[in-house]
């Protein structure tokens, strides 16, 4: 039997039966009995279970409100604060996915301290009086570097990811175990009289399992048998997995989940794990909303149809600290357009009036809950959807589904204006508490306003491109996969070989070029200790190919690729499989009377840059190396260059951010503390106005075309102290670290 003692109704209960012992000078006996049966009450209230109208507590069904907030996106210093907005916002639930590589680093070193201390983010969701669903995964995709798995998996001998592979499943297995058997003896799940009432196995993987055949609905059988052997005494889930066992509550996740039906209606409930509020950005790209007018009316549309459960992901999107993006591509900034902004603050309209959604279908709950909705056709265009209960209750949803025009409906002999591509609210079948599209609240205008640290006093250390051949501790004959070599122990990896050319080879009347083929996903190229140029891949072609001067000269020639990652691959069948580095070919071009291809030549390799091997990121490391005083006339957009500079906390309490807007592509510190990648790269796209009417897709409703993707990178207060905050910038291609300012972030 599973026990769950909820603390604020057990206390009410035991202290009014001391003072009744007390009272009857009752034996000790009877009191311990008396306490048994306070137990016993308990046990029979609190078990979580579901039938095919929603899940049920206390044997009451409740429409529920979720919101997806990732504690590693964020500090501890911010949780509490997420979470009550969370909960002002009408939410019952938060939702969190389980982050196998930051917590198992190393195989069988664990890490749960910080931002990634799940115990803690767990206990405080329950302190809030709030339910939490556990996404355990452990594949999570969420734009998160390598999908979540610790890249030290990808080199078990005889795994394949995701499918029916035993070394697979058993490090998942043990993962997955390890994470239950924590949150069970901290008693946390609903079971144990904790906040968490779902879990999740696997993510996504319905798409994926036809790529791997019998043997993926093997694996998919295999996890939710494990799953639910784990006994957590809550239900588990698996999204868009439409042939998930049972007792597995199938789910779904999309911008819209009207259409969907669990795959046994008579049993399981209508679920949506991912309402997604908005879209992640990609450098290259520009910024995507979601109009809240369209995200009110999908959630009213899949309510109206049965739903019964909605988690918006994301309702609090966050930062992508250190190098925890993945995609490759995915911007720092995991904003997602969210009702809470990366920031903290709550986005207006989007918050409010996603809150009084909440309001008007809560007024709903028992009609919906105890009732099938009846249909009825009103119009071309227009529908309603009704629930009566038995009791008496009354709900019903007039819905407008014409993009362009609004129609007055007559329902029960009333009548009712509808604004295009709208659901009004009935809560009673006659008044109207919310209409979709009708907004009440202002939108939050966001403005960037000076601190006085605008103008610091920057010191710079260069990268050594000529000693990158005499640090190499790999030589082999070809080129090799990047992350076969770094094991994504940096982002960076020198690929570096040598060539004699003859004068002969030389002619006055042309002039060398090199050709170098790589998978990505940016790259740099320096011939005889000189960059020679770049080259960038983006999200529609990751795959690079430069082509420039080659600056031979006669005699011995030193050949340098910087290869720099940009997240690891995320997601789709086999993407262990995925490459990124200088494969080849690399081709010289105008030497002698042909191409030579070097591609097959000896190469030595070297992991990281001098600055990472020397921690220049952090306060203990900046001894390490000979420092000089920024000269604006000889520091300027030099690449591979080091910046320190140290500021004294900003006053106030309004969030942070460095403009690096001066800058062009690297990666930032603050007392060591990683902020994660810039890059200051204009979007392009189609940035023109948006109708929150019509179907809604990432490319409808964007901005910052012409612009940098992203400009602002968010520093948490907590990472300040009062003064001589150390800032630590490593530049790749060239930038003015003059014009670096810290920012902070005003709504009004």
Same mark, same amino acid.
């Given at each position: 039997?599973n ?25 000790k ?19 979580v279970?579901?039938d ?5 507590f ?85 734009e ?26 058993m ?27 779902l ?30 052997g784990?006994d ?28 969907f ?16 509020t908005?879209?992640f950005?990609?450098?290259?790209g ?26 918006y ?7 992508n ?5 993945g995609g ?28 009084e959604l909440?309001k ?15 249909f009825?056709?009103?119009?071309s ?11 008496g209750g ?5 819905a407008n ?33 919310f ?37 190499s501790?790999?030589?082999?004959f ?25 004068p ?15 998978e990505?996903?940016a790259?740099h ?16 072609? =990751? ?9 031979? =000269? ?19 069948p086999?993407?262990e499989?995925?490459?990124?580095g200088?494969l080849g ?22 992991i990281?840059?001098k600055?990472?091997s020397?921690?220049?990121?952090s ?17 300027i ?18 969030p ?7 800058m ?7 007392n ?8 200051t790269?204009?979007a ?14 990432p490319?409808?409703?964007?901005t ?23 800032m ?19 709504? =009004?």
């Amino acid at each position: 039997m599973n026990v769950c003692i909820h603390t604020h109704t057990h206390f009410f209960l035991v202290k009014s039966t001391e003072k009744k012992m007390a009272a009857s000078s009752a034996s000790k006996w009877v009191y311990l009995v008396c306490i048994s049966l306070v137990l016993c009450i308990e046990l029979t209230q609190c078990i979580v279970t579901y039938d095919k109208k929603s899940l049920i507590f206390n044997g009451q069904r409740r429409i529920l409100f979720s919101g997806s907030i990732h504690y590693p996106r964020s500090t501890p210093q911010m949780w509490e604060d997420l979470i009550q907005k969370a909960k002002d916002g009408g939410l019952d639930v938060i939702d969190t996915y389980v982050f196998w590589n930051v917590h198992e680093p190393s195989p069988g070193i664990y890490n749960f301290e910080g931002r990634y201390d799940l115990v803690h983010f767990v206990k405080l969701v329950h302190k809030a009086g709030m339910y939490m669903h556990l996404r355990i995964g452990p594949f999570v995709c969420a734009e998160w570097n390598f999908g979540g798995f610790p890249v030290w998996l990808k080199y078990v001998p005889g795994i394949s990811f995701r499918t029916d592979n035993e070394p697979f499943k058993m490090a998942m297995q043990k993962f997955t175990t390890k994470i239950v058997e924590m949150i069970k003896d901290e008693m946390l799940f609903e079971s144990q009289g904790g906040p968490i009432i779902l879990s999740q196995i696997e993510n996504e993987y319905g798409a994926d399992t036809k790529a791997y055949g019998a043997a993926g609905h093997a694996y998919m059988t295999w996890a939710a048998k494990m799953a639910v052997g784990l006994d957590t005494g809550v239900p588990w889930v698996m999204c868009k997995q439409d042939d998930a066992p049972d007792p597995i509550l199938n789910t779904c996740n999309g911008f819209y989940c009207d259409y969907f039906s669990p795959n046994n209606k008579e049993t399981k409930p209508t679920m949506w794990t991912e309402a997604w509020t908005g879209w992640f950005s990609d450098f290259g790209g520009p910024l995507p909303h979601r109009p809240v007018q369209d995200l009110a009316f999908a959630v009213a549309r899949f309510i109206q149809k049965g739903g019964s459960f909605t988690n918006y992901y994301m309702y609090h999107g966050g930062t992508n600290f250190g190098r925890t993006a993945g995609g490759p591509f995915i911007t720092t900034s995991y904003d997602y357009d969210a009702p809470i902004d990366e920031y903290g603050l709550v986005r207006q309209p989007k918050y409010d009036h996603l809150k009084e959604l909440h309001k008007a279908i809560k007024l709903c709950e028992g009609a919906i809950v105890s009732a099938d909705p009846a249909f009825f056709s009103l119009g071309s265009y227009e529908q309603a959807h009704v629930f009566s209960s038995t009791t008496g209750g009354c709900a019903a949803f007039l819905a407008n589904y014409h993009i362009n025009s609004s129609a007055t409906v007559r329902f029960r002999n009333n009548h009712y204006d509808l604004p295009p591509w709208s659901i009004s609210i009935l809560p009673d079948c006659k008044n109207v508490a919310f209409n979709t599209a009708q907004v009440g609240s202002k939108t939050s205008v966001v403005s960037w306003l000076p601190t006085n640290v605008n103008k610091l006093d920057w010191q710079t250390f260069s990268e050594d491109v000529s000693s990158v051949d005499s640090d190499s501790k790999m030589t082999v004959f070809g080129l090799l996969d990047q992350l076969s070599v770094t094991r994504d122990a940096s982002d960076y990896l020198w690929y570096s070989t040598s060539l004699v050319i003859d004068p002969s080879e030389l002619h006055a009347d042309s002039v060398p070029t090199i050709t170098v083929q790589s998978e990505g996903h940016a790259l740099h190229v320096f011939m005889n200790n000189e960059l020679v140029g770049s080259a960038f891949g983006n999200q529609e072609s =990751r795959k690079i190919r430069f082509t420039g001067k080659a600056n031979l =000269r006669a005699g011995m020639n030193k050949i340098q690729l910087l290869s720099v990652a940009v997240g690891l691959q995320n997601n789709g069948p086999r993407f262990e499989l995925s490459k990124t580095g200088v494969l080849g070919p690399v081709v010289l071009h105008g030497v002698g009377d042909d191409s030579r291809d070097i591609t097959h030549q000896k190469w030595s390799y070297q992991i990281g840059l001098k600055g990472e091997s020397k921690n220049l990121a952090s306060p203990t490391g900046m001894s390490s190396v000979e420092w000089t005083e920024l000269s604006l006339s000889g520091q300027i957009h030099r690449p591979l260059t080091w910046y320190k500079a140290y500021f004294n906390a900003p006053e106030g309490e309004e969030p942070l951010a460095i403009d690096m807007n001066s800058m062009g592509k690297g990666q930032v510190w603050i007392n060591g503390e990683s902020i994660g990648r810039y890059w200051t790269i204009n979007a392009k796209g189609s940035c023109s106005d948006c109708n929150y009417a019509g179907t809604f897709r990432p490319v409808k409703c964007q901005t910052q075309c012409g612009e940098p993707t992203q400009r602002w990178y968010h520093i948490p207060r907590s990472w300040l102290k009062p003064t001589q905050n150390l800032m630590v910038v490593f530049e790749e291609i060239g930038g003015d670290a003059s014009a670096i300012s810290i920012m902070r972030r005003s709504l =009004r």
